[in-house]
């Protein structure tokens, strides 16, 4: 039985870091495990130009504890007045690696995204002219459609169309959770990827409501049926460098989880790594688990893998995370995947 793992220090592809009390708070969960890690801009207000995605990225710097090292790979939020200068000159400078699309009214904060996607045609065509990779949240917002197929929907109705469109436009659907969603990218060529987050391996449909609502395993994209995660597992431990980590990991304090009307995000910072260990292994697969979280993403990104390693043992004894982390915008609940596990990262 293996009980040790080293794998190249991991990244995560999809990152909600937000700002203030809360970024200080919740920034060493990500940067005690992970190199760099993409950033979403769905901040209020969002990070629209290369100025404000410059003063985020120094926040966060900021925000870094003495001592810790991390990568913020920045994103700029795609808007319908996005101007493609100012993205060129961002792209170019080194300073964003991705651009994220938010369909207007899909998730949170995407109040400033697109409506009319004739509207950003020609940012896109700047992106596929540079190689820069469009990260999308891939749900139509129609609200004739229902929530489940809204992913499904939204690949034969807006993405296909947008890639038929913009030859050479680079993709990443960000956080799939359905069977369409990985058929979608093993059909397609080198230039489609997508990130699968930790908790859409654990958990399905039945999770958020069998027992009583749960308001921690709700996210959007919502969790699917089985049959869709298991079609996630099969992808994420497929090896296919096509699909990579992007946890999603998406603090809410708990008072804006716990209530009425409670936000979507899972937040899996803190124990992403061991939680990603006891799937591989459970699925046979933990020799697949560097390329998932630690060498597809960057090859996808272009840039070089990580050197320094990151080490993960499995002890006798269930590992205990923490149940919640307290920063200072409030508690925020850590995911709890409903098992034990043993697996924990070395030196933790
Ligand atoms: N995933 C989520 O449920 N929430 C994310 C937004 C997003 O990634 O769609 C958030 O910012 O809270
Ligand atoms: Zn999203
Ligand atoms: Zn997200």
New binding site residues.
């Given amino acids: 039985m293996v009980t040790e793992l080293a794998l190249r220090r991991p990244d995560d592809w999809?990152l909600?870091l937000r700002d203030g009390a809360m970024l200080e708070g919740i920034l060493p969960e990500s940067a005690r495990h992970f190199a760099r890690a993409i950033i979403?801009p769905?901040l209020v207000p969002p990070v629209v130009t290369g100025a404000d995605a410059a003063a985020y990225r120094d926040r966060i710097l900021a925000a870094l504890p003495d001592g810790m090292s991390f990568e913020p790979l920045m994103t700029l939020y795609l808007t319908e007045g996005t101007d493609a200068a100012d993205l060129r000159a961002a792209a170019r400078s080194g300073l964003i690696k991705a651009v994220k699309l938010y369909p207007a009214g899909a998730?949170t904060n995407s109040h400033s995204g697109v409506r009319d996607f004739d509207k950003v045609r020609g940012v896109l065509e700047v992106m596929a002219e540079i190689g820069l990779p469009l990260c999308v949240?891939g749900e139509v917002t129609d609200p004739a459609v229902d929530i489940f197929d809204r992913e499904a929907v939204f690949i034969d109705r807006v993405l296909d169309p947008i890639r038929r469109a913009t030859p050479g436009l680079r993709v990443v659907m960000?956080?799939i959770t359905t069977a369409q969603g990985v058929d979608y990218v093993r059909a397609a060529g080198q230039d489609l990827a997508a990130t699968i987050t930790t908790h859409h391996l654990i958990i399905n449909r039945n999770h958020l409501l069998v027992g009583g609502i749960r308001p921690h395993y709700y996210c959007l994209p919502v969790a699917k049926r089985e049959e869709h995660r298991l079609a996630l597992r099969a992808a994420a431990t497929s090896g296919d460098a096509r699909f990579f980590l992007g946890t999603?990991s998406?603090p809410h304090v708990d008072p804006l989880k716990e209530c009425a009307c409670g936000c979507a995000?899972c937040f899996t910072a803190t124990n992403t790594m061991a939680l990603l260990a006891h799937v591989f292994e459970q699925d046979g697969a933990l020799d697949r688990l560097e390329a998932f979280a630690s060498l597809n993403g960057p090859a996808y990104y272009r840039l070089p893998a990580n050197s320094d390693m990151l080490r993960l043992v499995k002890r006798e004894t269930p590992t205990r995370f923490p149940d919640k982390i307290h920063t200072g915008a409030g508690p925020v609940t850590v995911f709890d995947p409903g098992f034990e596990v043993f697996w924990d990262v070395a030196g933790d």
Avoid: K, L, R, V
């Fill in positions: 999809h909600h979403m769905n998730t949240h960000e956080h999603d998406a995000g």
